[in-house]
C-alpha cells in the first residue's frame, strides 16, 4: 500500500515538471512588424482610378526630405495601374487655387503633419480641385543621416520614417502605411587604413576605404518597395470587382 502511495506522488510530482518544462521544439515568437499597413476590405470596388499625391509634409520644412519622398514614391509605385497627379503638379494645381501663393499648400500640410491624413470633411472639397478620385498624403516622421569621422569609432547610418494615408472622394480612409527603414555603413575604428587626404594644409581630413552613411534614396526606395507589396494594383482590382470577392 505505501509503495502504492509512493509510485502515485512520484507520478504526480514528474507530471508536474513535465507541465513546468518549456517544450524545446516550440514555435518562436514573431519579432516586431516592420511596417503596419491598411487596406479597406472593399478597396476592389470603391471605383478609383486616379490618385492625387499631396506636396509632401515635413516637420522641419525640408525641401531634400521632400523632394526624395516625392521621387522616391513615385519611381516605385507609378507601375500600379493607377492615374497619379505627382506632388509637385499638386502643388501648383494648389497654388493657383489660392491665387498663386502657397497659402493652401501649407493649410494641407500642416492637417497632415496634425493627423497624417486629410480629413472626412476636407478631401471631397480637395479631390475636386485635383481632378482625382482619391488623395494621397505622405508624412516624413524621420529623416536622419549619422556619420562617423575618419577618427571616431561607431558606425554610420541613414534612418527614414514615413507615414501614408490614401483617402477617397467621399472622405474614407481607404488605405494606410507606416514605417521605418534603416541603412548602415561599415563599422569604423581607429585601425582603418587610410587611403588619401581630401585636401592639402590645415582642413585635409585622411580618407578612409570603408562606405559611410547610405543616401536616402538609397534607403527609402526599399521601405516603398516593401509598401508596393500590399498596395492593390489597378489591374488586380479591376478583376476583383469584374469577378466578384472569390
Excluded at 113 to 142: E, F, H, M, N, Y
Excluded at 152 to 161: N, W
Excluded at 217 to 236: D, I, M, N, S, Y
Amino acid at each position: 500500500m505505501k509503495l502504492r502511495i509512493i509510485a502515485g506522488l512520484i507520478l504526480l510530482a514528474l507530471s508536474a515538471i513535465a507541465l513546468l518544462t518549456p517544450i524545446s521544439n516550440a514555435a518562436p515568437k514573431r519579432g516586431k512588424a516592420i511596417d503596419k499597413i491598411w487596406v479597406h476590405p472593399d478597396f476592389a470596388a470603391l471605383g478609383i482610378e486616379k490618385i492625387a499625391v499631396l506636396p509632401i509634409a515635413t516637420f522641419d520644412n525640408s525641401f531634400e526630405a521632400q523632394k526624395v519622398v516625392e521621387q522616391a514614391f513615385s519611381q516605385t509605385f507609378r507601375e500600379t495601374g493607377y492615374r497619379w497627379v505627382s506632388a509637385s503638379s499638386s502643388r501648383e494645381l494648389l497654388r493657383s487655387r489660392s491665387g498663386g501663393n502657397d497659402s493652401l499648400v501649407k493649410a494641407v500640410q500642416a492637417r497632415i503633419l496634425k493627423a497624417d491624413r486629410i480629413d472626412s470633411l476636407t478631401a471631397p472639397q480637395i479631390c475636386g480641385w485635383l481632378r482625382s478620385d482619391a488623395v494621397l498624403s505622405l508624412r516624413v516622421d524621420q529623416w536622419e543621416r549619422q556619420q562617423v569621422e575618419w577618427n571616431q569609432t561607431g558606425k554610420p547610418f541613414t534612418q527614414v520614417q514615413i507615414r501614408a494615408s490614401l483617402v477617397d472622394s467621399l472622405g474614407r480612409l481607404v488605405w494606410s502605411a507606416s514605417g521605418s527603414n534603416k541603412g548602415e555603413g561599415s563599422d569604423h575604428g581607429p585601425n582603418a587604413a587610410i587611403g588619401g587626404v581630401t585636401a592639402s594644409g590645415l582642413d585635409s581630413k585622411p580618407i578612409t576605404a570603408l562606405a559611410g552613411a547610405p543616401s536616402f534614396p538609397e534607403v527609402v526606395l526599399p521601405l516603398f518597395a516593401r509598401w508596393l507589396e500590399l498596395f492593390p494594383a489597378k489591374h488586380a482590382a479591376s478583376d476583383s470587382a469584374a469577378g466578384g470577392t472569390r
